[in-house]
């Protein structure tokens, strides 16, 4: 599902249907082209060629005309002779313009500094390849290269495991079985550890991204299993707390009292005080939303002594905001990640971290 947001000067189409001259193929049709492509994640993985629509001379999609097929490698060739033009995405539709960044493609773009790596963070594992949140997610992560994961875990309050999970819902209220296990009624919070066990993923669950033939078998793993997978592969892990009373166990019985353990304060939409609420309450690190993550901001956190993360939303999440919010980048494809990278984050919590690593 990786798609190029980059516009082309076309005078014909792969496919042999003509456009109007001059014409223009651009990103004012960018969710057109999304659309385009497979949204399913049986078949959904980073595509060769990019789908553009027919615009007529107004620039507005043409619905009836088969997409334009073209190459990623043409559309690098382009690039280069400075075939792409970039005035055709409004702020409004721009991730770029939203975090204050000049485009990556634009010709007046920096250069991104080779030297500088961002550290990537699996967003509840390698969750394109294998069953979210699960011990085979993670390895998987570790072994593309990714530097650490982000994973989800509840207290079961029945017994007191603490498990890796994720689940339907809000922040609010998270924790549902809906559209991910095949007993869809009910909360994780509800069930004791061997219950747990006996819960089976459905194959057909949207929420997950991977490959039904990934998801048959799989369970929901304890924290402890995962950390000691952390231990045996070397990567990092950030856990994210759901449900009540989490944060105590977590704290009594994952962290050791000599170790200092970095801490996040995570915003979806930060107010304007955002630094001082998270200097108040003892955080060594800032995570932001991806679009949220503007450079102003990222400059107030470094300035402020703390590091900076900015973390995507699940795989359909970012599906609708590829289609819907912003137009000037594909979904959590190369230049989605230099976009955001050139706001100076140092961190990024990914859906792909095949794509940085």
């Given amino acids: ?38 949204f399913h994640r049986k078949t959904i993985k980073r595509e060769s060629n990019i789908h553009l629509p027919m615009l007529d001379s107004s620039n507005n999609v043409v619905p009836s005309a088969a997409p334009t097929v073209v190459s990623v490698d043409d559309c690098d060739s382009l690039i280069s002779s400075n075939s792409l033009r970039f005035d055709l995405v409004s702020a409004e539709y721009s991730l770029a313009s939203k975090l204050n960044v000049i485009h ?30 699960t011990l085979q997610a993670f ?56 219950q747990v066990q006996n819960l089976t993923f459905d194959n057909d669950g949207e929420e997950f991204a991977c490959g039904a033939d990934r998801i048959e078998g799989s369970k929901i793993p304890k924290l402890e299993d995962v950390l000691n997978l952390a231990k045996q592969m070397n990567f990092k892990v950030t856990i994210e707390l759901k449900g009540p ?51 102003d901001r990222i400059e107030m956190i470094h300035a402020a002594g703390m590091d900076s993360m900015a973390w995507f939303r699940g795989h359909i999440g970012m599906y609708e905001d590829v289609t819907e919010r912003y137009k000037d980048v594909g979904n959590e494809d190369e230049l989605m990640y230099k976009t955001v990278i050139a706001t100076g984050v140092r961190k990024l919590c990914v859906n792909r971290p095949d794509m940085l690593v």
């Fill in 1 to 38: 599902m990786s798609a190029n947001s980059r516009v082309l000067n076309l005078t014909a189409t792969s496919t042999g249907i003509p456009l109007t001259s001059p014409n223009t193929i651009g990103m004012s049709g960018i969710a057109a082209f999304v659309n385009a492509l497979p």
């Fill in 104 to 133: 990556p493609y634009h010709p007046s773009a920096p250069r991104l500094n080779s030297d500088r790596r961002v550290e990537v963070i699996a967003h509840r594992g390698a969750l394109y390849d294998e069953p979210e949140n």
């Fill in 139 to 194: 390895r998987k992560a570790a072994e593309l290269g990714a530097d650490a994961v982000e994973l989800d875990v509840f207290l079961l309050p029945k017994c007191g495991t603490l498990i890796v999970f994720h689940g339907y819902g809000s922040d609010e209220n998270p924790g549902w079985l809906k559209g991910y296990c095949t007993q869809s009624e009910g909360n994780i919070l509800d069930l004791d550890y061997e």
């Fill in 245 to 295: 009373g989490t944060e105590i166990v977590v704290d009594r019985e994952t962290m050791r009292p000599t170790h200092r353990y970095k801490t996040g304060c995570l915003f979806v939409e930060p107010p304007p005080n955002f630094v001082s609420i998270a200097t108040c309450v003892g955080a060594s690190e800032v995570h932001l939303k991806y679009d949220s993550c503007t450079k």
